[in-house]
């Protein structure tokens, strides 16, 4: 017998024992707002099959966009989905790490990391843009500025010191 099987059986057991006492009224929960923990269930799921054999890295982007994803819906279910009209980056940031994840975790492939760059940094600037923090960038340019300067400066002392 395969350890998966009993895994995934004893999994659809408690399930449905928890949806059976729900129905009877033994234990009271809304299912709108518990519903995202099934998402990360099986985003946990695809991650524990990564777990059990490291060979299958595929297993790896679906368990991060599943659990990214969850987390999002959990957060909107929590404080209000109004709040997706600003987190919604997190559908581009969810397979971009996925395919970070998939580069680290696996055989390096070179060609995941094209969408994992474009991907996870097109949703951090929406992310960044609907946020607020945006308006930041600009002091980011300043703090680049500032490092070539002092980088150009201990180079030039150094070369001096050699001679």
Known sequence: ???????????LIILGLVFLFENFGYIEFDFEDVWPVFVLLGGVAFWTGFIKDRKNYGLVMPGTILIIYSLMFWYCTVEGWHYMSTIWPGFLIGPGLGFFLMYFLGEKEKGLL??????????????????????????????????????????????????
């Open 114 to 163: 094209v969408p994992a760059t474009i991907l996870t940094a097109v949703g951090i600037l929406f992310l960044f843009r609907y946020s607020g923090i945006l308006r930041y960038w600009p002091a980011l340019l300043i703090v680049i500025g500032i490092i070539l300067i002092l980088k150009s400066q201990f180079k030039s002392k150094g070369s001096e010191k050699s001679f």
């Open 1 to 11: 017998m395969k350890t998966s099987d009993i895994i995934i059986g004893i999994g």
